[in-house]
């Protein structure tokens, strides 16, 4: 079957569908459609001053958070006090882990998971861009039965459940806050890795573009050149 509309035709045929556009009767471009099947259960907040609703929107996972960034620039750009402002007015119990690297590395990672089990906490709050976002997933996916990162890495240990993670972006580039990869690097063997996992997809994700004004020009680009790679990748 077919359908025209305003020189574009949609044809349905074989499980396929091809995209073309036309002129009159004159083919300018023929698209073949692949099928496919997407699904992204991120829920996203999007725009100026979206971390006014951080609070109200976590209290569902409990009270104590494992604030997890790196290693100084959120407490530039504003977005350490926003959350920090938000976790004490709807009275969350804080534990901050500090110092999360670029290309993060998996001994940071044990260090945090070893203190949000001690702290009991029930949620973490990745505070930056990709690499800190990465390991967040990581310290979450680890918490509850207190496995060892590299093992989950390297698909020797099997978690079967993950503490909720949220992201709040500062830096427009890997796009971790949106699905559910994490990629470490562990400097003892020489290696690394990524690792796929539904569970790790982040429950929320709040971008304020407001945080990305302090990223000098040169990270930007860099950033940009990122989301390019990641997106031609996966094909």
Known sequence: MAAIFSG????????????SIFTGSKLLKLFVME?????????????????ADLGKTITFYGKKV??????????KNGSYD?????????????????GIKSNPLVVDVDKAIELGINNKVEMVIALGGGSVIDSAKIIALCIPANLNPWKVMKMRAFPRESLPVIT????????????????????????????VNPMI???????????????????TAYGIVDMISHTFETF
């Open 35 to 51: 099928n496919f099947v997407a699904y992204n259960p991120v829920k996203v907040h999007f725009g100026k001053a979206v971390v």
């Open 66 to 75: 494992l604030l997890v960034y790196g290693k100084g620039s959120v407490k």
């Open 201 to 219: 997809y982040p429950k929320h994700s709040f971008l304020d573009p407001v945080y990305t004004y302090s990223v000098s020009s040169e990270y």
């Open 8 to 19: 574009f035709l949609l044809i349905l045929n074989d499980n396929k569908c091809n995209f």
């Open 82 to 98: 926003d959350v920090i402002q938000q976790l004490e007015k709807f009275s969350m119990e804080i534990t901050e882990f500090s």
């Open 168 to 195: 709040v972006l500062t830096i427009a580039a890997t796009g971790s806050e949106m699905n559910d990869v994490s990629v470490l690097q562990n400097l003892e063997t020489g290696e690394k890795i990524g690792y």
